[in-house]
């Protein structure tokens, strides 16, 4: 496979490579809002362009991975591309598998666009829209012509303008989704309602987020309302370091996500390169 590209079977096979894997999907862990899923699906139908767009946190992944699901059991073939781990040097190798497969229908999925949308996305894109056959799927936040650092371009503004894409704003319907597919048993009580709307407001929430507290909460049980903050940064601290076993990768990685939360470059030439390759081989970071 070329640098860069990967195929969407064994990605989606590696919990490593985020969630939702095939068994969150095919075990019914995942809840889909069809409407959305449709959209997209009509967009590719229609248009072979989708950009997915939404805050941190909101679903895009989710989304993009249900239909390539979707695609891949209608025998598409379906290849996963992630800008964040996209170097130059991949680009025209990338830019020609584009237009290679043959035979069945292609559908190609871009996550994290907004890594680089004034480098490596902008060419990803010029590529796609030279194709004449495959779909394509783009993942990002939204990118806005003006940062406080530089002017940059908005790679999509074509596909925005020709009503290429779908924004995810997730509400409390889609929370109360989450709860229902973590829990088909349990019932929302009143001071359940009132935690969720304090805690995550009542639009555009941070699904990310809530799925830390329902893991926590499928380990603790009891009412949801009443799962510990403490609790769940503990879940999180053990899911991303239990492995590493070793106090200086645990110390570099809390510097880089302690930047990085906040869309903030992490300079690593002032730290020992040793650590920041290491935990770039344990797929924990890339750079």
Same mark, same amino acid.
């Given at each position: 496979m070329i640098e860069g590209i990967e195929s969407f079977g064994r990605m989606m096979e590696d919990p490593h490579k985020g969630w939702?894997?095939?068994? $969150?999907? #095919?075990?019914? *862990?995942?809840?889909? $809002?069809? &409407?959305?899923v449709n959209d997209v699906e009509n967009k590719l139908q229609e248009y072979r362009y989708c950009l997915i767009r939404g805050a941190e946190g909101r679903g895009k992944t989710v989304l993009a991975r249900i239909v390539g699901? &979707?695609?891949?059991?209608?025998?598409? =073939?379906v290849i996963f591309i992630d800008v964040r781990g996209v170097r130059r040097e991949h680009i025209t190798g990338i830019c020609d598998f584009y237009i290679k497969p043959e035979g069945k229908k292609s559908?190609?999925?871009?996550? &994290?666009?907004?890594?680089?949308?004034d480098e490596i996305t902008p060419k990803l894109m010029e590529s796609a829209n030279k194709q004449d056959k495959s779909s394509f799927i783009f993942t990002s936040r939204k990118i806005f012509p003006r940062n406080e650092r530089r002017l940059i371009s908005n790679p999509f503004e074509e596909w925005e303008e020709n009503g290429w894409y779908v924004d995810l704003k997730s509400g409390l319907d889609m929370a109360r989704g989450m709860i229902h597919i973590k829990n088909p048993a349990y019932s929302l009580t009143k001071e359940d309602e009132s935690w969720l709307e304090r805690e995550f407001?009542? #639009? &555009?929430? =941070?699904? *990310?987020r809530l799925n830390w507290y329902l893991d926590t909460w499928g380990k603790m049980g009891g009412p949801l309302s009443a799962i510990p903050k403490e609790k769940v940064l503990e879940e999180i601290l053990n899911y991303f370091i239990e492995e590493l076993k070793d106090g200086d990768l645990e110390e570099m990685l809390l510097k880089v996500a302690g930047i990085f939360q906040f869309d903030v470059d992490f300079y690593g030439r002032d730290y020992d390169r040793t650590y920041l390759t290491e935990l770039v081989k344990r797929v924990l970071i890339t750079f």
């Open positions: 939702p894997t095939f068994g $969150d999907i #095919q075990e019914g *862990r995942v809840f889909t $809002d069809e &409407n959305i699901d &979707n695609k891949d059991r209608e025998g598409w =073939n559908l190609f999925i871009i996550e &994290n666009a907004h890594f680089s949308p407001g009542e #639009q &555009n929430l =941070n699904l *990310r």
